[in-house]
């Protein structure tokens, strides 16, 4: 997989899961506390991955 396609991916899930997870900002309050934390370790691992891929790249 090259680096448009990495990049292309991770943008994609960090423009789509988070904004469909629920409709409303108040929704969050409401959220099965379960949930909030497997969102935020994905997102986690999404960052890592994506700057671990970008470094490699550099050479």
């Known amino acids: 997989m090259n680096k448009w396609m990495a990049a292309f991916f991770s943008a994609l899930i960090l423009a ?3 904004s469909n997870a629920f ?3 108040n929704g969050w309050n ?18 890592f ?5 970008m ?3 550099n050479g």
């Not at 991955?49 to 891929?53: A, R, S, T, W």
Request: negative net charge; proline residues 6%.
């Open 49 to 53: 991955i994506f700057i671990y891929l």
């Open 23 to 25: 409709a409303s900002v």
């Open 30 to 47: 409401d959220a099965e506390p379960m949930f909030i934390t497997v969102l935020t370790i994905l997102s986690v691992i999404t960052i």
């Open 16 to 18: 789509f899961v988070p």
């Open 55 to 57: 470094l490699r790249d």
